[in-house]
């Protein structure tokens, strides 16, 4: 059975093409939908998004700032930041939206112009032609002003259907380490078509469930859509709108939208 492969990978028994050897030119990056959940072996991705959050009475906007790089075909590192241009931007969480077709990022007090860092270590523990199975654990950096270190384990699961769709889930565990440890499980569902050779959109969703300590929390909907355009071998453009409360009163007044270039180096 042929592995999946990366952009600019051979697929099966291994034959590249000549125009590719001669030339040095990467080959095209394979569908999004059929990509796999890490970085090809030595490949760097750098990703840069803007964003603005939205609150009833404020509003604000922040960049995120994010690179990684595959260690292996099956080992991913990665270092994420973010940054607020100003107090509205704290308390909207600007950064958060500008970090594109992702829910899952926490460990941030929003008490700084910078947000802090987050260390992540990515392994994909099976990978076959339908279902990818991995092992996502990602640290924060205490570097705001009266944050505590945190933490975040995961178990992602990707699902390629064929070459027209896919869907991102797997439940994560948040653990941050204040005064009270407050602990977070996370159910994210991203689900991808793709729409035509570079486009592919879909609805995003999340529910999370608190679980200290607070002893009878209420779990949280987040509803969101996203959409990702490929324009150049190893450039993608993404977007994205969230509602991280639907549920709660005044849900629907509290979103944000983020914009987002990635682009990998071989």
Excluded: C
């Amino acid at each position: 059975m042929a592995r999946r492969s990366g952009a600019g990978q051979a697929d099966g028994d291994g034959v590249v093409t000549a125009p590719a050897l001669v030339l040095g030119v990467a080959l095209a990056a394979p569908a999004f939908v059929t990509r796999p959940m890490t970085l090809p072996r030595h490949d760097f991705a750098g990703d840069v998004g803007i964003g603005y959050g939205h609150r009833p009475d404020f509003g604000g906007g922040g960049l995120n700032l994010e690179g990684a790089f595959g260690v292996t075909e099956h080992v991913e590192l990665g270092l994420r930041t973010g940054v607020r241009f100003s107090d509205e931007s704290r308390f909207a969480a600007a950064d958060y939206y500008a970090r594109t077709l992702w829910t899952e990022t926490y460990g941030t007090n929003y008490a700084g112009v910078a947000a802090n860092p987050e260390f992540r270590v990515r392994w994909v523990a099976y990978q076959g032609d339908v279902v990818e199975l991995g092992l996502d654990g990602r640290a924060y950096l205490p570097f705001e002003p009266r944050s505590r270190f945190g933490g975040m384990f995961g178990l992602p699961l990707a699902f390629h259907i064929g070459d027209s769709a896919r869907i991102d889930t797997g439940p994560y565990f948040v653990t941050l380490f204040y005064a009270q440890t407050g602990t977070a499980l996370s159910f994210p569902a991203y689900f991808w078509f793709q729409v035509s050779e570079k486009v592919w959109l879909g609805p995003m969703a999340r529910v999370l469930v608190p679980l200290t300590p607070n002893p009878h929390p209420d779990p949280a909907l987040l509803l969101g859509f996203g959409v990702g355009i490929q324009v150049a071998s190893a450039v993608d453009l993404k977007s994205m709108i969230l509602f991280p409360g639907i549920t709660e009163t005044q849900g629907a007044q509290n979103f944000g939208v983020g914009f987002g270039v990635q682009f990998r180096i071989e």
